[in-house]
């Protein structure tokens, strides 16, 4: 190890800058955002830095519109470089090694005594990332990777914590019992009122455990959208919670290579559904969600698309409500939204669609019943889900109800996919052609004036 990584606290120590451009500008922001007094040294400064000292009052600096020397290194506790003058940069380093204070000159680690890390900012939780200064690069590439699993509010649940840690010690004075207890709410419940932004029922919910002590865990249903099937699609939250899971729950829309995300050691119930043929009934999926619930289980509900865009999720939610079972909704790129953008098919377009429809060609009755005289209409983009089995009808009504016979329609295959097929017709022809390719479900329709647009944009589309 090259470097140790320690956090220095800053707060009324004296801090030398040297540079007014950009760079400097970034590390100045760093130094005052810790509560540093600075000295900022150049000839001149950049806009933003300028800014900077006009609209924050607060601000703890002294600026010196003139050449670096020496003396200013006089009382100072770090020193920063951030010239693209080489020989200054050397005497800055050189002279503060004399001084024997710690010094960091930008994108120079052999004139440095210590290096500036990639960092992720979630106060008063704090993430550093170094890389010995080889790569600053691969540095910031893993922060954003590191950052896209931290809650934006991670650290108001660390403030939560802080607030009620005397509390808690008291309540439960055994080492193992108080870790097992800060361990449950930081995966549970509490923690998920926090990073929804629900503080008061956070703490609320937090005192009523310390209350019950070292109680059994409550278990939570999580209604995830996994999107249409990329795993690039799902959101950073879909992602925590499939890795808190202790059980999934999945169906066949959910890909592979998304399931293959969810924690390694959750329990795994396949309720897979194809039209007229539901292996599991959303009666017994409704149930069995609830039950393992209670249990103190984190129940883990992953549906292709989103859970409230025909995916059954407002009535498992209404189950749960029933139950008194605690649950939470995360949305899904839904498979209209990235069906078309990987088909180079925009939903509305000033010139072709003003509008854009969702309807389900599978009802509760497996009837293919709609009402057709809003859906037939033009300047509108209509995309139907489970519509496959039921296009026959659908074509047909439509023209029946007054949708030009020639209006573009595209079928998708397993949109976002690696077996993703587009095939493209028109009202009057898309059945056969449907059976002249054998499209199978899943498969989804989009219809409109729009889907000429697919030639010209699927070259550019994802």
């Known amino acids: 190890?090259?470097?140790?990584?320690?956090?220095?606290?800053?707060?009324?120590?004296?801090?030398?800058?040297?540079?007014?451009?950009?760079?400097?500008?970034?590390?100045?922001?760093?130094?005052?955002?810790a509560g540093a007094e600075v000295t900022l040294v150049a000839p001149s400064i950049n806009?933003?830095?300028?800014?900077?000292?006009?609209?924050?009052?607060?601000?703890?600096?002294?600026?010196?519109?003139?050449?670096?020397?020496?003396?200013?290194?006089?009382?100072?506790?770090?020193?920063i470089a951030a010239t693209d003058d080489q020989a200054l940069n050397e005497a800055v380093s050189r002279d503060a090694a004399e001084r024997h204070i710690f010094v960091n000159v930008v994108d120079n680690p052999s004139l440095c005594t210590f290096i500036m890390p990639a960092m992720i900012d979630r106060s008063p939780v704090t993430i550093a990332i170094g890389t010995g200064g080889t790569s600053p690069v691969l540095a910031r590439l893993l922060r954003g990777k590191i950052e896209a699993l931290i809650p934006h509010r991670f650290g108001a649940l660390a403030g939560l914590a802080a607030k009620y840690r005397e509390r808690v010690k008291a309540a439960l004075p055994k080492g193992p019992t108080r870790k097992a207890f800060w361990e449950e709410i930081f995966e549970g419940e509490v923690a998920e009122q926090v990073f929804s932004g629900n503080q008061?029922?956070?703490?609320?919910?937090?005192?009523?455990?310390?209350?019950?002590?070292?109680?059994?865990?409550?278990?939570?249903v999580y209604l995830v959208g996994a999107g249409p099937g990329d795993p690039d699609l799902l959101?950073?939250?879909?992602?925590?919670?499939?890795?808190?899971?202790?059980?999934?729950?999945?169906?066949?829309?959910?890909?592979?290579?998304?399931?293959?995300?969810?924690?390694?050691?959750a329990d795994r119930l396949y309720v897979g559904k194809e039209a007229s043929n539901h292996c599991v009934p959303q009666s017994q999926i409704n149930e069995m969600l609830y039950k393992l619930a209670k249990e103190g289980k984190r129940v883990l509900r992953l549906k292709g698309g989103d859970p409230f865009i025909f995916g059954r999720g407002g009535e498992e939610a209404e189950e749960l409500f029933a139950e008194g079972v605690p649950f939470q909704v995360v949305p899904g790129i839904t498979a209209a939204s990235g069906a078309s953008t990987y088909c180079g098919i925009p939903l509305t377009h000033r010139?072709?669609?003003?509008?854009?429809?969702?309807?389900?060609?599978?009802?509760?009755?497996?009837?293919?019943?709609?009402?057709?005289?809003?859906?037939?209409?033009?300047?509108?983009?209509?995309?139907?889900?489970?519509?496959?089995?039921?296009?026959?009808?659908?074509?047909?009504?439509?023209?029946?109800h007054g949708l030009p016979a020639d209006t573009p329609v595209a079928v998708i295959h397993k949109a976002t996919q690696a077996e993703q097929r587009v095939l493209i017709s028109d009202l009057t022809h898309v059945v056969q052609k449907v059976q002249d390719e054998d499209m199978r479900p899943p498969s989804l329709l989009i219809i409109g004036r729009v889907v000429a647009l697919h030639d010209q944009l699927k070259a550019k589309a994802i």
């Open 47 to 79: 806009e933003p830095i300028q800014e900077l000292i006009k609209n924050d009052s607060q601000i703890s600096l002294n600026l010196i519109e003139d050449g670096y020397h020496s003396s200013l290194m006089d009382g100072m506790d770090l020193v």
């Open 1 to 33: 190890m090259d470097y140790l990584p320690i956090f220095t606290k800053l707060s009324d120590k004296h801090c030398l800058v040297v540079g007014g451009g950009n760079v400097a500008e970034r590390k100045l922001s760093l130094l005052v955002e």
């Open 351 to 400: 010139d072709y669609a003003q509008s854009v429809t969702f309807a389900t060609g599978h009802l509760k009755n497996d009837a293919v019943d709609l009402d057709w005289p809003s859906l037939a209409r033009e300047n509108q983009t209509l995309v139907i889900y489970m519509g496959l089995g039921g296009l026959k009808v659908i074509s047909r009504e439509l023209i029946a």
């Open 200 to 220: 008061a029922e956070a703490e609320q919910q937090l005192e009523a455990r310390i209350d019950q002590g070292s109680s059994a865990q409550q278990g939570e």
């Open 235 to 265: 959101s950073f939250r879909a992602l925590r919670l499939m890795q808190k899971a202790d059980i999934v729950i999945y169906d066949r829309l959910v890909s592979k290579e998304i399931l293959n995300l969810v924690r390694r050691d």
